[in-house]
């Protein structure tokens, strides 16, 4: 479902069966067109790490204006995490809200994410992490 405000453009794919070989298409379209996609959530598909490593290079586009993206039950454990925090750093100044609930990062993956909320150039203001498993001295941080 895709949806339009103006020049915002919403798309909502949760639970359509996209896999790693949907988010290489979706990335080809972010390329190729990056500005005006404002939400993306495809949460409920399994996209694993595979997926989200290649929505990172998406992510970390400068011309990528991604305000709000949804992964929850997406099967994105540490590695994945990695992949996105590294995309964070490079292209910092729009993504606000991040929804990696439901999802398997471990402590480490968990560490990462923390380390990119504390990151001065982000603006990253929301952090879904529901239904995960998060050490005591980063909850407060979500």
Do not use: M
């Not at 005006?36 to 959530?41: A, S, V």
């Amino acid at each position: 479902v895709c949806l339009w405000s103006h020049d915002d453009l919403f798309v909502r794919l949760s639970g359509c069966g996209v896999t790693e070989e949907g988010c290489a298409s979706l990335v080809s379209a972010l390329r190729s067109n990056p500005s005006h996609l404002r939400e993306l959530d495809l949460s409920n598909n399994e996209l694993k790490d595979s997926g989200v490593k290649l929505l990172s290079a998406g992510l970390g586009n400068p011309h990528c204006k991604l305000e709000t993206l949804r992964l929850s039950g997406c099967l994105v454990t540490e590695e994945g995490c990695a992949s996105l925090v590294s995309a964070l750093r490079s292209n910092p100044t729009h993504l606000r809200e991040l929804d990696l609930s439901y999802n398997h990062p471990g402590d480490s993956g968990v560490r990462l994410l923390s380390a990119g909320l504390e990151d001065p150039h982000s603006r990253l203001e929301k952090l879904n992490q529901q239904e995960v498993k998060i050490l005591p001295e980063y909850s407060a941080k979500c």
